[in-house]
T-cell receptor
Framework: DAGVIQSPRHEVTEMGQEVTLRCKPISGHNSLFWYRQTMMRGLELLIYFNNNVPIDDSGMPEDRFSAKMPNASFSTLKIQPSEPRDSAVYFC???????????FGSGTRLTVV | QKEVEQNSGPLSVPEGAIASLNCTYSDRGSQSFFWYRQYSGKSPELIMSIYSNGDQEDGRFTAQLNKASQYVSLLIRDSQPSDSATYLCAVRSTTSGTYKYIFGTGTRLKVLA
């Protein structure tokens, strides 16, 4: 099992540019989560999908952020336009539905300059 | 009041000692509780889960849950320098009726050789 796969590992972009983060969940996991981690705020849930359907996007900071899950094996998180305050580590995690813990991907470290 | 609270630390313990990490939560209806370990620059890794009052043991790790006091703890026996990491408590929130988990900001543990 390759685990949750995220790409890219690092992204440096200029303010105003579009950024797309990608995630492949573990096969058989039907819940997918996007988190953002900063020193100040810790791990914040951005959006949660179940069976490819967005269930809760209340954590998405603003309209500049959007997420999609076109099929069970792929999800994207897009920021357009990016701002310096978006700089953080973005994690994707997946799990089976129910009282199961998550498996996290390696994360994408985003730096917006 | 934060939904899940942890002391940020650092908690310093000598090698071989017992490390005790604590977490309190505000949602009285919470049902599932998890401990994650996160090494610096890495993603969180699930190490323990607990669902009912009492103790749950796995090797050197023991999770303790007291729902009446809304308190969950993690004990690490025979602490090793390799246990030095940030430990994140996660609680399944029932308010939304979904399977999302709320994370504490973590406690940094330092095991001194």
């Amino acid at each position: 099992d390759a685990g949750v796969i995220q790409s890219p590992r690092h992204e440096v972009t200029e303010m105003g540019q579009e950024v797309t983060l990608r995630c492949k969940p573990i096969s058989g996991h039907n819940s997918l989560f996007w988190y953002r981690q900063t020193m100040m705020r810790g791990l914040e849930l951005l959006i949660y999908f179940n069976n490819n359907v967005p269930i809760d996007d209340s954590g998405m900071p603003e309209d500049r952020f959007s997420a999609k899950m076109p099929n069970a094996s792929f999800s994207t998180l897009k920021i357009q336009p990016s701002e310096p305050r978006d700089s953080a580590v973005y994690f994707c995690a997946s799990s089976r539905t129910g009282n199961y813990g998550y498996t996290f991907g390696s994360g994408t470290r985003l730096t917006v300059v | 009041q934060k939904e899940v609270e942890q002391n940020s630390g650092p908690l310093s313990v000598p090698e071989g000692a017992i490390a005790s990490l604590n977490c309190t939560y505000s949602d009285r209806g919470s049902q599932s509780f998890f401990w994650y370990r996160q090494y610096s620059g890495k993603s969180p890794e699930l190490i323990m889960s607990i669902y009912s009052n009492g103790d749950q043991e796995d090797g050197r790790f023991t999770a303790q849950l007291n729902k009446a006091s809304q308190y969950v703890s993690l004990l690490i026996r025979d602490s090793q320098p390799s246990d030095s990491a940030t430990y994140l408590c996660a609680v399944r929130s029932t308010t939304s009726g979904t399977y999302k988990y709320i994370f504490g900001t973590g406690t940094r543990l330092k095991v001194l050789a």
